[in-house]
């Protein structure tokens, strides 16, 4: 195990730059990536040849809950006008994600759960997405409560955030739940060991991360991004990947993007 951790933050490709990098790193515990799900989009629609079971899971460390957001003039204001709208309009609605990506896949299961339909437009990050939604060029987008906070509720309609609870920082946004509709999104950060690493690193990482979520400072810092503290380490957290690429891969297959060799 290395003792001085660098943290370096490798740009391109959405995120795909990086994490082949540490694929391809030895898995000796002095190179580990940070990630989410984006490793599973980029897989299934062929952008990068190696998925979540080619890295070692150490833990996931922390959920940011999907926040949908309305541009000033979209014919709804709350999730179930979005859903009414969708349902007397198929296709019509103009949605915001990042191709092949996480935001993506999120927009796509939700129209699934729901048997709806939009025009998904892409973009290339959250930036440009809050942009497309601030000037009306789209109607609907997932945004990071990060992005979005200081647009809300003047410039951009929150319809909700897919959480079991409001959050601390936008207490004014409402759940889906609270809406009626039992959906819990969210985007689950964690760190992975190169592939092959040995079950004593995975098991001294996952300990190390665990005791370091306690910190207050650290928790202070994940909630002020608009994330939630969420350990779950080892063999749980490879069964959440495995579970996650399941049903990620069954979208994948429905809509004809499954793009894996």
């Not at 000796?28 to 080619?54: K, P």
């Not at 709208?85 to 299961?109: C, M, W």
Request: glycine content about 8%.
């Amino acid at each position: 195990m290395c003792q001085l951790v660098l943290v370096i933050k490798i740009t391109g490709q959405g995120g795909n730059k990086g994490a082949a990098e540490v694929a391809n790193a030895d898995p000796d515990g002095c190179t580990m990536l940070f990630q989410h799900e984006a490793i599973l989009a980029s897989y299934l629609t062929g952008r990068v040849n190696f998925s979540w079971d080619g890295f070692s899971p150490v833990a996931m460390t922390n959920v940011e809950p999907a926040i949908f957001a309305a541009s000033p003039n979209a014919p709804f204001s709350d999730l179930d006008g979005l859903i009414s709208y969708a349902k007397d309009n198929p296709g019509e609605v103009l949605a915001a994600a990042s191709i092949a990506s996480n935001t993506h896949f999120i927009l796509l299961q939700f129209q699934d759960s729901l048997d709806i339909s939009f025009n998904i437009i892409g973009y290339e990050g959250g930036r440009e997405r809050v942009t497309a939604l601030l000037s009306d060029t789209v109607q609907l987008g997932q945004v990071g409560e990060s992005d979005g906070r200081q647009y809300f509720p003047d410039q951009l309609k929150a319809l909700a955030i897919f959480s079991d609870k409001r959050s601390d920082t936008l207490p004014d946004v409402p759940t889906a739940m609270e809406q009626g509709h039992d959906i819990e999104i969210s985007m689950a950060r964690g760190v992975l060991l190169p592939g092959g690493a040995s079950d004593d690193l995975v098991v001294l990482y996952a300990e190390r991360f665990e005791k370091a979520l306690q910190d207050p400072a650290a928790i202070e810092s994940l909630t002020k991004m608009g994330s939630s503290i969420r350990f779950v380490g080892g063999q749980d957290y490879a069964d959440w990947w495995a579970d996650q690429a399941a049903q990620w891969e069954k979208v994948a297959r429905d809509i004809g993007i499954y793009m894996v060799n």
